[in-house]
C-alpha cells in the first residue's frame, strides 16, 4: 500500500521502492514492470479481502449472540460489495490523485485527492505504480477500504438498522476514510506526509480511524437492551478462533503487501509481524490469567488482533525488538482497556473495536516514533530527525485522525438519526436482527 515516508527510507533503490508509496514518485520515474513484486502483490491482495471475508466476518460472528450472527456476517459482505464500488466510482481517485500537489504547500489538495482518476481514469492495462500495475495497486488498495469499515460494525452490533448502516458506511467513507488516507498516504503535499507521519501498512488511516468512529457510533445508539445486567456471551467462540486465525494469516498480506515489492522491507514486515502478534497474544492471556484467575480463549484471540493492530504502522520500520515492545505494550494495555477502562466508563462498545483498534493502533503509531530509531533495531529515522521529535509528529497524526474523525462520524450519526432513524425498536432488538432486518436465521432450532 504505499506506505510510511521517503524521509525514513535508506538510500539504497530497493529500499526506496518498498517504502515510498506514493503515485508522485511513480510519475517521476519511469517504472519498469516486475513480474516477481507482481506476483507477490496479486497474492497480498487475495490475502487483505481474505480478511474481511471471511475473516472478520467469522470473528465478529462468533462473538454476538445466536440471533444476531448472520446480521454480522450480512453486514461484512454488504460493506464489501458496496466499498468495491464506491471505490470505482471515487474513492480511488480522492484517495491518491497527486493533481494541485505540491510539497510544503497546504491547500485543499492537501486534504483529498483530485477526481481525475473517476471511475478508473487512465488505470489501463499498461499503466504501472512503482514496478506492479496500477490496476494491482487500486486493488490492493480496495481491500483497505473495505475492512476499515467493516472493523466499525463491532462496536455497534446488535442494534443497527441494515438500511441506516449502508447509508452511515458509504457517507463515512467518503467523508472520513478517504480524507485521512490521503492526508497520510498522498505523497508531497499530502498534509500528514508532509509532517513525516510513519503509516506503513494503517495504524492511523484503518485502525484509529474505524476505532474512534466505533466509540462514537456506539455512544449515539446507545447499549443493548439489558447491557450490562444481562450476560451477553459469545454464541460460538470456534468461529472467532477460526476468524482470528484467518486475520493473522491474511494480516502478512496487509503489512508485507505494503512494501509494494517482494524485498527486504516485506520481509521484515513479515517477520515483525508475526512476532508482535505472538507477543501480545501471550501478554494478553498473563494479564487475564493474572487478573480473572484464568487464562480464557477469547482473551488470547483478542490479544492477538491487538498486536497486529499495533505492529501495522511499525511493520516497515521497526525490527524484532521493537515487534516485542509493541506486541508486549498492546497486549496489557488493549486488555486493560476492553475490560477495566470500558466497565469503568460504562460505555457498550460490543466487541471492543475502540478497545482493541483506536487503543492499539495508538500505541503502535507512537511507538513506531521510537522503535524506527536504527539505535533499537528499526530501519532509521530520517536526517536530524530524533526519537522525540518523531514522536511528536505521530502523536500530531493520531490527535488529528481522533478529532477530525469523531466530529464527522458523530455529525454523519446524529444527521442519520434525525432522518432515518439509526437503531431498531426494542421488539426487533429482543428477536434479533437475522430475522427482524434479514427474516432468516442463521441456526435451525
Known sequence: MMRGNLKFVAPVLTSVLALAPTLALAQEEVPTLNSGDTAWMLTATALVLFMTIPGLAL??????????????????????????????????????STVGMEQGVVNLNSFIGGFDKVLLGGVTRESLTLAIPETVFATFQMTFAIITPALIVGA???????????????IWFTLVYLPIAHMVWGGNGALMWDWGVIDFAGGTVVHINAGIAGLVAALVLGK?????????????????????SMLWVGWFGFNAGSAVAANESAGMAMLVT???????????????????GKASVLGIASGAVAGLVAITPASGTAGPLGALAIGASAGVICFLASTKLKRKLGYDDALDVFGVHAVGG??????????????????????GV????????????????????????YIILKLLDLTIGLRVNEEQETIGLDLSQHDERGYIL
Open 59 to 96: 470473528f465478529y460472528g462468533g462473538m454476538v449472540r445466536a440471533k444476531n450472527v448472520l446480521s454480522i456476517l450480512m453486514q461484512c459482505f454488504a460493506i464489501t460489495a458496496l466499498m468495491t464500488v464506491l471505490w470505482v466510482l471515487y474513492g480511488y481517485s480522492l484517495a491518491f
Open 156 to 170: 455497534f452490533a446488535e442494534r443497527m438498522k441494515f438500511s441506516a448502516l449502508l447509508l452511515f458506511m458509504g
Open 224 to 244: 443493548r437492551k439489558g447491557y450490562p445486567t444481562t450476560a451477553m456471551p459469545p454464541h460460538n467462540l470456534g468461529y472467532t478462533v477460526i476468524g482470528t
Open 274 to 292: 508475526q512476532v508482535a502478534t505472538a507477543t501480545a497474544a501471550l501478554a494478553w492471556m498473563f494479564a487475564e490469567w493474572i487478573s480473572h
Open 362 to 383: 495508538i500505541i503502535g503509531a507512537l511507538l513506531t516514533g521510537v522503535f524506527a530509531a536504527a539505535s533499537l533495531g528499526g530501519a532509521g529515522l530520517a536526517e
Open 386 to 409: 530524533t526519537i522525540g521529535g518523531q514522536l511528536w509528529t505521530q502523536t500530531k497524526g493520531v490527535l488529528v485522525t481522533l478529532v477530525y474523525t469523531a466530529v464527522v462520524s
